[in-house]
């Protein structure tokens, strides 16, 4: 089982929700938005620490308590 749950960015842009130790995507989203909220859904869920990894390449620590949702869906 996972220790963490990550977010960062995938292939052509997108943005990947993957598992600690875990070499494949559980899920990839076009818009970054939706990933961190899917991937906050499910740390908190499981009780896991989420790890976002910004744009700037550090990676941040997110709280998986609070619920947020994207501006714009898409």
């Known amino acids: 089982m996972s220790k963490n749950i ?3 960015e995938g292939r052509q842009g997108r943005s990947v929700v993957v598992g600690e130790g875990s070499s494949l995507p559980a899920y ?11 991937a906050r859904a499910l740390a908190f869920s499981l009780g ?11 990676m941040v ?3 998986s308590a609070s619920l947020t949702y994207p501006k714009h869906l898409a």
């Open 6 to 8: 990550y977010v960062c």
């Open 28 to 38: 990839t989203f076009t818009d970054k938005g939706h990933a961190v909220a899917y």
């Open 48 to 58: 896991l620490p989420l790890w976002v990894y910004g744009d700037d390449g550090v």
């Open 61 to 63: 620590r997110e709280p």
